[in-house]
C-alpha cells in the first residue's frame, strides 16, 4: 500500500482512502451517468479495475476486468490520474454485476467507515 507521507495511519486508514476516491468517482455518474474506473489489485506487471458504467444516472454496470497498466507506478491513495487513462480494459468473463449507484455507493461507504474504524 501507499507509504507516502501524504497518508498517514496504519493499512485500515490508507484504504479508506481509497474508498473515498471510489466514493467519489461513483457520485459523479449521478450526474448523467458516465463510467469510471475503480483499481482494486496493484500487480506488479497490470491492474485490476472495477469499470462502473452507468447510462442513466441511477444504474450501474459494474464488470471487474484487467489492465496492463503496471501497479507499481500508481499511488493507492491518489490513483484518479491513472483511472482516466485506462485504455486497455480487459473484462473478466463472467465478472459482472448490474446494480443501483446509490446501493453501491452505500457498501462502497460503509466499507470505507468500517476500515476507518481500525484505527492506526
Known amino acids: 500500500m501507499d507509504d507516502s507521507p501524504t497518508v498517514l495511519g496504519g493499512l485500515g486508514l490508507k484504504l479508506s ?31 485490476a479495475w472495477l469499470r462502473v458504467s452507468s447510462s442513466d444516472g441511477q444504474t450501474a454496470e459494474v464488470q471487474a476486468g484487467w489492465s496492463l497498466i503496471e501497479g507499481w507506478g500508481i499511488s493507492p491513495s491518489d490513483y484518479l490520474s491513472t483511472a482516466r487513462a485506462v485504455a486497455d480494459f480487459d473484462p473478466i468473463a463472467g465478472a459482472q454485476v448490474v446494480c443501483s449507484l446509490i446501493d ?8 470505507r467507515t468500517a476500515l476507518e474504524a481500525t484505527g492506526p
Open 17 to 47: 482512502r481509497l474508498l473515498e476516491q471510489w466514493s467519489s468517482q461513483v457520485a459523479s455518474l449521478r450526474d448523467g451517468g458516465g463510467t469510471v474506473y475503480l483499481p482494486y489489485d496493484f500487480s506488479d506487471q497490470c491492474t
Open 104 to 111: 453501491l455507493a452505500a457498501r462502497i461507504d460503509a466499507n
